[in-house]
Antibody, heavy 118, light 113 residues
Framework: EVQLLESGGGLVQPGGSLRLSCTASGFKFNNYGMYWVRQPPAKGLEWVSG????????FYADSVKGRFTISRDNSKNTLYLEMNSLRAEDTARYYCARNSGQNFFDSWGQGTLVTVSS | DIVMTQSPDSLAVSLGERVTINCKSS????????????LVWYQQKSGQPPKLLISWASTRESGVPDRFSGSGSATDFTLTISSLQAEDVAVYYC?????????FGGGTKVEIK
């Protein structure tokens, strides 16, 4: 069974930093691209970032480019999102999601909540 | 960027009645080389992550009840629930997977009347 478990969320002040992790199990991690998708409270879904299975290619939404960095450690079956210069509008539940291979998401974690507030 | 527009924002339907949700993309998501529509549907129940329902505009995922169906092509798509059940109360999202940035519709909330 595919399982994705996010961690690292919390309350952070504007301008601060946070590192999210997503630990995967139940599938061959390095065979799949992985993504972060976020959802502000009571709002819709927004794609944030993605990374190929080998970790060589990364992709970002314009809203986070230059502030967020996606990475992965295939030896640990773990996906990361380093978030810097955080803003109030980054407040959201951040989901880790597996790329089916065609840029849609066939498995999702439960998410981790990031709150940016002073 | 491809903008995805869903309608309606919400609807309330009696149990057993038909539900129709529309999704329109600002440009075609039909890939001419394989004649596939790069459009998927998710269901998100309260307090849960989204769940993939339909891929390629009309292919139900394994385990998804056959009361759910998807149709449409190019820029206009529809998700239909043929007979609403209590467990179908959720927000439904379309997403285009044709190009990055990957984009979602704003969601349609389905409730019981």
């Amino acid at each position: 069974e595919v399982q994705l478990l996010e961690s690292g969320g919390g309350l952070v002040q504007p301008g601060g930093s946070l590192r999210l992790s997503c630990t995967a199990s139940g599938f061959k991690f390095n065979n799949y691209g992985m993504y972060w998708v976020r959802q502000p409270p009571a709002k819709g879904l927004e794609w944030v970032s993605g990374i190929y299975g080998g970790g060589t290619n990364t992709f970002y939404a314009d809203s986070v480019k230059g502030r967020f960095t996606i990475s992965r450690d295939n030896s640990k079956n773990t996906l990361y999102l380093e978030m810097n210069s955080l803003r109030a509008e980054d407040t959201a539940r951040y989901y880790c999601a597996r790329n089916s291979g065609q840029n849609f998401f066939d498995s999702w974690g439960q998410g981790t909540l990031v709150t940016v507030s002073s | 960027d491809i903008v995805m527009t869903q309608s309606p924002d919400s609807l309330a339907v009696s149990l057993g009645e038909r539900v129709t949700i529309n999704c329109k993309s600002s440009q075609s998501v039909l890939y001419s080389h394989n004649n596939e529509n790069y459009l998927v549907w998710y269901q998100q129940k309260s307090g849960q992550p989204p769940k993939l329902l339909i891929s390629w505009a009309s292919t139900r995922e394994s385990g998804v009840p056959d009361r759910f169906s998807g149709s449409g092509s190019a820029t206009d798509f529809t998700l239909t629930i043929s007979s609403l059940q209590a467990e179908d109360v959720a927000v439904y999202y379309c997403q285009q997977c044709y190009s990055t940035p990957l984009t979602f519709g704003g969601g349609t909330k389905v409730e019981i009347k």
